[in-house]
């Protein structure tokens, strides 16, 4: 049974690039969430998706972030023109698509260092 | 509203003691409570989870207590080991929102 799988594990980028983060989630699991960590801190809730439809975004910056979840394929994080504050641990999670399961289960993350 | 308040930052235990970590929050809509173990360079590991239901939930070494009217919850891990050395988060949910707000993260050490 894999777990949540994400890729790259390591990005590196110049300020200006762009990031491309990818996830897929788990087996059987249409719902999927992005949350950053800086260091030494906790999880933040970035964006909700499910398939083809952004549920909540609330925690998303308003510039240069954006997310899909495709009908076919993995979920993206996209991040244009990265600035060295974007640098962080890039999470997703995904959970069944029980409308009572609350169980998020995370992948490994991205960890992206903007140079 | 939103924001969950753990503590202690870090914690140092010695090998078969009990490690206790705590939360609290303010949102009375909150009604799903999951803890997380990470280990560095690690994605967060779902330990145990809990509804406001009940008081308690024990998993193995590891039991949530739960206080709706103090709207604080913990985490106890007994008999620790070294292998318990990580970060462990408190995290909140509710019901049609979904989305985890996380406590800031305690700093778990087990001396030997």
């Known amino acids: 049974n894999a777990g949540v799988m994400q890729n790259p594990r390591h990005l590196v980028r110049r300020r200006g690039q762009e990031a491309r983060l990818r996830c897929s989630p788990m087996?059987?699991?249409?719902?999927v969430y992005w949350y950053r960590q800086l260091p030494e801190e906790g999880l933040k809730f970035m964006v909700y998706l499910q398939k083809e439809n952004i549920i909540d975004e609330s925690g998303m910056p308003k510039e240069r972030f954006s997310a899909e979840f495709p009908k076919e394929g993995p979920s993206i994080l996209r991040i244009q023109q990265v600035v060295r504050g974007d640098s962080a641990a890039y999470f997703c999670?995904?959970?069944?698509?029980?409308?009572?399961?609350?169980?998020?289960?995370f992948g490994p993350g991205t960890r992206l260092t903007v140079t | 509203q939103q924001q969950v308040k753990q503590s202690p930052q870090s914690l140092i235990v010695q090998k078969g003691g009990i490690s206790i970590i705590n939360c609290a929050y303010e949102?009375?809509?909150?009604?799903?409570f999951p803890w997380y173990q990470q280990f560095p360079g690690k994605g967060p590991a779902l330990l145990i989870a809990?509804?406001?239901?009940?008081s308690e939930k024990k998993e193995g070494r590891f039991t949530i207590s739960f206080n709706k009217s103090a709207k604080q919850f913990s985490l106890h891990i007994m008999d620790s080991q070294p292998g318990d050395s990580a970060t462990y988060f408190c995290a909140a949910s509710m019901q049609g929102a979904q989305k985890l707000v996380f406590g800031q993260g305690t700093r778990l050490t087990i001396n030997p």
């Open positions: 999670a995904s959970s069944p698509q029980s409308g009572n399961s609350y169980e998020q289960y």
């Open positions: 087996k059987g699991h249409s719902h």
């Open positions: 949102n009375t809509a909150f009604d799903y």
């Open positions: 809990i509804r406001p239901d009940v």
